[in-house]
């Protein structure tokens, strides 16, 4: 990122230091980003300058377990968690933000501004997300996310699994740029930036008894305390939102907008950072006026 923003730290539940870049003008409204599982808020710098440039204040941050951020002693990375992360950032506040979340971002948005008492935003972005995704979607996902344990010996190596999870991307000639998304760590390996023991929380685990709730089952329960304008940016290539899902969710959401986005898979903001842009700060410009 080449801009000048400001790097702030928040402290999330038990502690855990939250990192953000802070950009725009603090008097003006302010927009919070969050990223997907497996990303960082690098993945959002386009649209950050985007925001910044038509006046918001933006909170990018990196989720617990991600980037920068620190990892949960306890390895806590819960859906109800990473909400009440959220709602101590939006408290630092002087008034309630526009959320824009991308899949794991945007799971954590609908469940803090669900289940809070209070008003705690004034508008909500989720980035092709739904409560009820594709099974086949999230299931390549998390094989992409549970790969490489061992990591990569050079940086051309994860570019390489970047390549293969990534097929309909040329492959960038210069990969420094993946750094970003990589530790190396003192065996002299590289390795993603995120904590391998998310995938040990109960809401990721399957079992034969009685088994916690899951995020579709979170997400759904809060819909109904989702009374903000709310905008669903769907890429139209993706292949963890379906049609299904998108109903199921204007079923609890009615006044759910919908945003397509052609020419982008799952990652729609990468995919397509122009359309992206367009549909999210159109929207924003409605709701949340500078």
């Not at 302010?30 to 204040?57: D, E």
């Not at 620190?70 to 309630?96: E, M």
């Not at 097929?167 to 190396?184: C, E, F, I, T």
Request: with cysteine.
């Amino acid at each position: 990122m080449s801009e000048p923003f400001a790097l702030r730290t928040y402290t999330g539940v038990g502690g855990v230091p939250l990192v953000a870049d802070i950009g725009g003008d603090p008097s003006h409204p302010a927009v919070i980003l969050l990223h997907g599982g497996g990303q960082t808020r690098h993945s959002w710098g386009t649209a950050m300058r985007a925001l910044v440039a038509h006046g918001y204040h933006v909170i990018n941050l990196d989720s617990r377990g991600h980037g920068d951020s620190g990892w949960a002693p306890d390895a806590d990375y819960r859906l109800a968690t990473l909400a009440a992360d959220l709602r101590g950032v939006i408290d630092t506040l002087p008034a309630p933000p526009a959320l824009v979340g991308a899949s794991m971002g945007g799971a954590t948005s609908i469940v803090a501004v669900g289940n809070s008492p209070k008003p705690i935003a004034r508008a909500l972005v989720m980035v092709d997300v739904v409560p009820r995704i594709e099974a086949e979607g999230a299931n390549k996902i998390g094989a992409f996310m549970r790969a490489n344990p061992e990591g990569f010996a050079t940086l051309d190596e994860a570019a390489d699994a970047v390549s293969r999870y990534y097929p309909h991307r040329p492959r960038p000639k210069d990969v420094s740029g993946l750094m970003k998304n990589l530790r190396r760590r003192d065996d002299g390996r590289l390795y993603w930036h995120w904590d391998p023991r998310m995938f040990e929380q109960p809401e990721l685990k399957r079992g034969d008894g009685p088994e916690p709730p899951r995020f579709a089952d979170q997400m759904i329960a809060a819909c109904a305390g989702v009374h903000i304008p709310t905008l669903l940016v769907r890429g139209m290539q993706s292949d963890i939102v379906g049609e299904n899902g998108i109903a199921e969710f204007r079923h609890h959401v009615p006044h759910l907008e919908v945003f397509d986005v052609a020419d982008a898979g799952h990652m729609v903001a990468g995919d397509r950072n122009d359309a992206f842009n367009q549909g999210v700060i159109g929207f924003l410009q409605r709701h949340l006026p500078v």
